[in-house]
């Protein structure tokens, strides 16, 4: 414990005496850390957008005005017993029109519109949803086969095109991210490889002294090795303070976004706080260790 006591002293005292340079090395871990955890806000975005698109995903068939509700009804039947359908739901002309007043309820202009026409100019919809985006192709294929004289207009939208847009995006933030975050974790291994050889410079003559009274390697070493795992777990402590202030002010825009969509980035960090910072205390102080290590074999050899 003695020993133990000694080292934490040590290494606090070689922190405190470079202090601008132990301050830039936290900084710069900083950094590092925010620019990781910013790839996995875009991961989470990204995957909360396409879930969005998935969800939303549908396929319409508009009916003729003036067809039979019994042959719309059988239709919808038909179309249910597809295996690549999940739902069929049928929206009526009353229904469409009371959705289409929904949806411009801010819009005076087109109620004022609607109202001169004096009649609804909607038409009945069967929406379909399908069971997997991926086969919704093999799904369109299967409705273009249905022949029915009730069928006015069909609307295949290629979902599967936006979403390879919204993974493209994803894609292409998440590697200029992580090409980023490798950039400040090289700058920091520099840097905290100098710090340890600018403390080893600062206690040449007491290293000196202690292999001469017969101290151990590993006594001479470990206040640096120490260091390391301190300076991680300063710059998690700061990118805590800092990076929730941060997730406070993106929340209100994800979800203006992510209208009826429960995406809370707050609550997913708070909910994996310990796994997230964890392994990223774990990862940075490693990389600390290794950095130090290498500066004490090279420049505190006897």
């Known amino acids: 414990m003695l020993s133990f006591y000694r080292i934490v002293k040590f290494s606090l005292q070689d922190i405190s005496r470079n202090i601008w340079l132990s301050m830039v090395t936290v900084i710069i871990l900083t950094l590092a850390l925010f620019s990781v955890n910013m790839l996995l806000v875009v991961k989470i975005i990204g995957s909360a957008a396409v879930g969005a698109v998935k969800e939303k995903v549908d396929i319409s068939l508009y009916v003729n005005p003036d067809a039979d509700e019994k042959e719309v009804l059988a239709l919808k039947a038909q179309i249910a017993n597809l295996s690549d359908v999940k739902e069929v739901s049928y929206i009526s002309k009353e229904d469409a029109l009371e959705i289409f007043k929904g949806k411009n309820s801010d819009n005076p202009e087109v109620l004022q519109a609607l109202r001169e026409l004096g009649k609804n100019p909607l038409t009945p919809t069967l929406v379909i949803t399908p069971k997997n985006v991926e086969t919704s192709d093999g799904l369109?294929?299967?409705?273009?086969?249905?022949?029915?004289?009730?069928?006015?207009?069909?609307?295949?939208?290629?979902?599967?095109?936006?979403?390879?847009?919204?993974?493209?995006?994803?894609?292409?933030?998440?590697?200029?991210?992580?090409?980023?975050?490798?950039?400040f974790l090289l700058i920091t291994i520099l840097v905290?490889?100098?710090?340890?050889?600018?403390?080893?410079?600062?206690?040449?003559?007491?290293?000196?002294?202690?292999?001469?009274?017969?101290?151990?390697?590993?006594?001479?070493?470990?206040?640096?090795?120490?260091?390391?795992i301190i300076y991680a777990l300063l710059g998690i402590m700061v990118i805590v303070f800092i990076f929730y202030p941060f997730l406070g002010l993106l929340q209100p825009y994800l979800e203006t976004f992510f209208v009826g969509y429960n995406i809370n980035i707050?609550?997913?960090?708070?909910?994996?706080?310990?796994?997230?910072?964890?392994?990223?205390?774990?990862?940075?102080?490693?990389?600390?260790?290794?950095?130090?290590?290498w500066a004490v074999r090279r420049y505190a050899q006897a």
């Open 140 to 183: 369109i294929h299967e409705l273009n086969k249905i022949q029915s004289d009730i069928i006015d207009s069909r609307n295949f939208t290629d979902h599967k095109v936006l979403l390879s847009k919204i993974d493209s995006v994803t894609d292409k933030v998440t590697k200029a991210g992580l090409f980023l975050s490798l950039v």
């Open 266 to 293: 707050v609550d997913y960090f708070n909910r994996n706080f310990v796994e997230i910072f964890g392994l990223e205390f774990a990862g940075i102080a490693l990389i600390n260790v290794v950095a130090a290590w």
């Open 192 to 228: 905290i490889f100098n710090s340890v050889r600018v403390a080893i410079y600062t206690h040449n003559m007491e290293i000196n002294i202690m292999r001469l009274v017969g101290a151990p390697n590993s006594f001479i070493f470990w206040p640096f090795l120490f260091s390391g």
